[in-house]
């Protein structure tokens, strides 16, 4: 199972980007979808997780600022970022949770003034 991010982009303190996650496995809810990212000097750390069921996992940095969601009809999981802080500033990837697909090349996001 293969897995395209894109979406990531410079972006001042406060505005907002979509990501999106296309997966090459039309069944891929059961794979728990997720987004991670790896900051600048960092491990990767999970961010965001939408379960088979629809249910929603955020880490707290993010709680409230971002939201998870999943297209059936395209094979795609989104992140939509909202409010996003210098600290947000990383490469992000999406996998399974836990991460048993092959990881993507990720989509760059960097929050600056």
């Known amino acids: 199972v293969q897995v395209v991010e894109s979406g990531g982009n410079l972006v001042q303190p406060g505005g907002s980007l979509r990501l999106s996650c296309e997966v090459s496995?039309?069944?891929?809810?059961?794979?728990?979808m997720s987004w991670y990212r790896r900051a600048p000097g960092k491990q990767r750390e999970l961010v965001a997780s939408?379960?088979?069921?629809?249910?929603?996992i955020y880490a707290d940095s993010v709680k409230g600022r971002f939201t998870i969601s999943s297209d059936d009809a395209k094979n795609t999981t989104y992140l939509q970022m909202n409010s996003l802080k210098p600290e947000d500033t990383a490469v992000y990837y999406c996998?399974?949770?836990?991460?048993?697909?092959?990881w993507g090349q990720g989509t760059q996001v960097t929050v600056f003034s």
């Open positions: 496995e039309s069944r891929f809810r059961i794979y728990h």
């Open positions: 939408i379960l088979n069921d629809g249910g929603t």
């Open positions: 996998n399974g949770n836990p991460p048993t697909l092959n």
